[in-house]
Structures are given as structure tokens and as C-alpha cells.
């Protein structure tokens, strides 16, 4: 017969299928998933991951998009603004009284409202953030960056690009919804990357601590739910990767530090002299007067709970931005030491991220079953490294 003749009877070799499940799995630390063993057998390749500094907006943006802080522009939710602030407009809170105010339901609700009146994607609280501040305070983290046409191009605007199917957790949802709709779509068999967000670790761990029972069982609730979508995928595609990571780690509390009254024990007026947000780490200042810096910056200069920033090693981390928005100074406190009351709140929490990026509790994890695939050594290699995976373009 010839050889360019055609045989129906000649098995039509298709198109070998892919697909790889990024699952992302919030505050994950490098020591908490080595020293459990966290999916070892299932993904043999794994190690440490460098995090990124910040109160906790920076890790989701320099994953997406693989840029440093000081090039995708996340930081913090807040920064001081009052020029340009979305909520001087916003008057009505500051005349609710504070038994209504102090209450977290309310403060949940009104930060959902207020999020909406902004522009923002509804994720947001204002924790114990002073209302009578609001009025002076921009707001950052206004875009959603699952969503298209964002300020920076991220994973999921490569594979629109691209035209290459896919399917991402939705933040509006709870764990066990997402993980459903990430099962129904896996079981199409037509998606190239399963993106899975987990949160639910990190609030976890900063109401237990990192060495709680109910821990352990969470993550063996994750190891269970990740071989069942491994699983599942194998039925449907000829190939299956998997990575699974984190941003962060997270550190036991063993201290609180009373910083707030420290620097409102000092005779200067805040909001005249100086503005500052105080995360749970970490305090942000901006100073209107060189009393208010000098006075501040030795009221705390020998405070052995923490140090100043230097600009240095804020460059170091990716986090130097020349316009001051985000502080003229940091104070960052000592891994462990919670920085109690904040504009978190007045909890005492147990454990807490937002430390060094270098301390051995701050380490992100990464690991896979792809025993090619590149080792990323931070979290802005993490774009690149799946785009390899599912076999884009970055």
C-alpha cells in the first residue's frame, strides 16, 4: 500500500494533555510544612522560599506578577494621603458613637461598604482604624488582581493572552466551595492551570499559633483535599503537575509591645506634628516637623523591641519607594513581638506575619512533582516558574 494513502483503521494518536494545579496555600512557612512533611511522597521537589516584606499586601502582587513591591506599587492597605484620600467625603462614621464603632461586626460591615464606595473589590476591614483618621488615609489595594487590564500584567493576563484555559479560586468563596469548583472544571479535561487559593491557614494560625493541634489537622484536611484533585486529574489529562507554595510563614507571639503609647506619651500633636498607621508588626511615620523626627526617632531608637528601617535594607527587600507613601521611617518590631493595641485591634493574637523576611519562621514553601521544572529562590520567580509549567510565555 502506499504510503501516503490513507488507513481508517490506523489509531489516530491525539493530542497528549496537560494540565498543572497550582494550589496556594496561605502562611505555609518552609519550617511548619518540612517539619509536618507536608505532601512529601506526592511532591518530592521542594524547599525554602524567600518572602517579601510587608504587613501582608505585598505576597499575592509579587507572585502574579513577579515584580518587587517597589515596581508593582503593593505595600500596605494604607497610606497617608489626605490630598487625594477616597473617604473625605466620607463623613458619616466619625459621628457614631464608639460602643457601635468599637464593635467588630459593625467595623466588618463598614469596611465592606466602604470598599464598594471606593472602587475596591470588597475585601477590605478596617480592623480598629481609627474612623476621625479615614478622612487622611489613601487607599491602595484597589483593584482586584485576578481580574483583566490591572496597572501590571500578571500570570492570568499572560494566559488570556494566550487564549490558554484556565480556572482560578474565587476570594469571595470559603475553601470547600473553591476546591468544588475546582473539581468540576478539572474534570472537564480541557484547563491548562487549576489556580487554587487556600487562606484559611493563615487566619488559623494567628488565633492558635503555629504548633496547635487544630493545625496538624488542617494541614492534613489540605493534604487529603490536594490527592483527591490529583486524583481526579489523572482521569482526565495524561499529565499532571502540581505545585504547591505559600508567601509567608508564620511567627509565635511571645511579647506585646505597647508602641502607640509610647509615641503619644511624647509632647506632639498627632496629625499636626507627625501621622502614623501602626501595623501589627510595624509602625509607619510621616513627619510634618524635624521635632516631630528627632523626638519620635529617639523615643524609639533605643526601644529594644525593634529597629528603624534603614534605607539600605529597605532597598534590599524591594520595598524603597522615593515617594514616601507608604512612611519617611519604619519601625519594625522583633520577630515574635506583636505590636498591641494597632490599628489591627486590641487582640492578642498568637501568632503573626509581617516580621524580617530572613527570619526562619517568615520562609515560604514551594514544592512540586516536576523534577525539571526550575527551583524558585523567591516569590517573584513564582510567575515565571509556572509559566514554564503549563508551557507559556511569560
Known sequence: MDNCSYDPFRPVKMPKTSITIAVFIDALGWRLAHEHGFLREELPYRGPLATIFGPGATGDPTILTGLKPRDHGHFALFTYDPSNSPFRKVLWPR??????????????????????????????????????????????????????????????????????????????????ENLAAARKEIATGKLRLAYIFLPQLDILQQY??????????????????IRDLIALAREHYDEVKVAAFSDHGMTDIRKECALMQIVSSLPLEFGEDYFAVYDATMARFWFHTKEAERLIGDALLYLSDGQWLDDETLRSWGCDFPDGRYGDRIYLLKPGILLNPSFMGRYRYAGMHGFDPAHEDSIAFFATNEQTLPRPQGLEDLRRVLSQSIGIAA
Do not use: M
Open 95 to 176: 459621628l457614631l458613637p464608639q460602643f457601635l464603632t468599637r464593635r467588630g461586626r459593625v467595623r466588618r460591615w463598614f469596611g465592606k461598604k466602604l470598599s464598594r464606595y471606593v472602587g475596591g473589590n470588597g475585601d477590605f476591614e478596617v480592623r480598629d482604624t481609627p474612623f476621625n483618621l479615614l478622612r487622611q488615609l489613601g487607599y491602595n489595594d484597589n483593584r482586584d488582581l485576578y481580574e483583566p487590564n490591572g496597572a501590571q500584567a500578571t500570570l492570568f493576563d499572560d494566559l488570556r493572552r494566550q487564549n490558554v484555559p484556565f480556572h482560578v479560586s474565587d476570594w469571595r468563596l470559603d475553601e470547600e
Open 208 to 225: 492558635e499559633g503555629t504548633s496547635s493541634q487544630k493545625i496538624i489537622c488542617k494541614l492534613g484536611w489540605y493534604e487529603q483535599e
